[in-house]
Each structure stands twice: as C-alpha cells, then as structure tokens.
C-alpha cells in the first residue's frame, strides 16, 4: 500500500524526540501541526477506504464460507435419499468453494492487516495533533519567558557594566578632591607669613587712640565745669 508506505514515518515518530532536538520548538510545533493536519485529512480518507476494503473481503469470505457450508448440507441430504453421484456433485462444488475460500482468505488477513495500521496511523495521528495543541501554548509562554530572561540577563550585564564605569569615575573624583587639597595647601604654604608683632601693634595703637580721646573729653569737662556725674 503506497499510503503505508508515504506515512510509515508517522507511525514510528516520536514527538517528544523531535521537540528536544529543535532549535525553536514553537516553530517546530507549528510546522508538525500544520503538516500533521494536512496527512491527517489523507490518512482518513485512505482508512476509511482500507477499512471498506477490509468490509468487502470478510463479506466474501463469509458468504463462501456459507456456500461452502450449504454444498455440504446437500451432499448430505443426496446420501441420505440414497443419491451418491448427486452428493459427489455437491461435494465437488464445495471443495472448489474452498479453494476460491483460502486465496480469499488471504487476502482477507492481508487486508484486515493493512487496515490496523491505517486505524494505528489515525490513532497516532489524532494523539499527536491532540497533545500538541494541548501543550502548544504552554510551549511557547515557555520560550516567550526564556527570551524575556535573556534580555533581563542582557540589562543585568550592562547595568554591572555602568557598575564598574561609576566606581571608575569616584575614583577620579576621588583624585580630583585630592588634587584641590593639595593645591589649596600649596597655596596657604605660598603665602606671606602673618606678622604677629604688627598685629599686636594695631591693637595697642587703637588703645592709644580710645586713651587720648578719654583724656581730652576729661579736659573738655573740666574747662566746662562739668562732673562725671552730671554727665552720666
């Protein structure tokens, strides 16, 4: 049969298998439903065709069987009414039925063969397309999380890469911050030292100052007449 031939494959595929080896599996799912659906049409149409094949043969076969079984009832009756050439006609007749019977018989065993591994193709091939739309979604959420982790495994290597580019710019903060602590340093070394006995000097000079302005106004309040406590 051409059609065992052409599927022979399917029968002895085994999905899981085909699934483990795929690069993509959805693609794989895809492709094995589109193509199982497509075989699946033929597959019915060529059992349901094996099967009437196999209908036909048994119904000769048994309708052999049953003239066979009829020659040999009249064979009988012809001996018990004493007729023995009429029982050998009968005789001759079923045992010609009973050769026509073997080589319908086998084909009847062929052909009843040839339909169970039709209904076995069918079978399988309803099993497969059923449990591949059962998984078909949980299948491809699967691959849509796993590409989703892919990219978050993509983010968390570039966001250790900006990582490592901000400890490398503290650094050379931290070398700017030393490098203006060691100018400003520079700077205060560079200056002019503070002169401490000028600086004492303007101190006493104002003294001086606050001094003479209490002796003059001590002055102006005698020549005026003036007592410290009427001033105050």
């Known amino acids: 049969m051409g059609i065992l031939n052409r599927f022979s494959d399917i029968i002895s595929a085994n999905i899981n298998a085909l699934l483990d080896k795929a690069e993509d599996p959805a693609k794989m799912i895809d492709e094995y439903l589109r193509k199982a659906t497509a075989d699946l049409a033929e597959v019915k149409k060529e059992t349901a065709a094996v099967m009437a094949e196999e209908s036909k043969t048994k119904r000769l076969v048994d309708d052999n069987n049953a003239q066979v079984q009829k020659y040999t009832d009249l064979a009988k009756k012809a001996l018990v009414a004493g007729n023995e050439d009429d029982a050998r006609v009968f005789l001759a007749k079923k045992q010609d039925l009973e050769s026509i019977g073997a080589g319908l018989g086998t084909a009847y065993a062929a052909a009843h063969q040839n339909a169970v591994k039709m209904r076995e193709l069918h079978d399988k091939l309803v099993r497969d397309i059923n449990s591949l739309n059962a998984r078909r979604q949980a299948v491809k959420a699967k691959i849509a999380v796993a590409k989703t982790q892919e990219k978050v495994n993509q983010i968390g290597n570039s ?65 005026l007449g003036v007592s410290g406590a009427q001033g105050e």
């Open 159 to 223: 966001a250790d890469k900006l990582g490592n580019s901000l400890g490398a710019f503290e650094r050379m903060e931290e070398k700017a911050n030393r490098m203006l602590d060691e100018a400003t340093a520079r700077g205060e070394l560079d200056s002019v030292p503070v002169d401490e006995a000028q600086a004492l000097e303007e101190k006493y000079k104002t003294a001086d100052t606050n001094a003479s302005i209490e002796d003059e106004l001590a002055a102006l309040k005698l020549q």
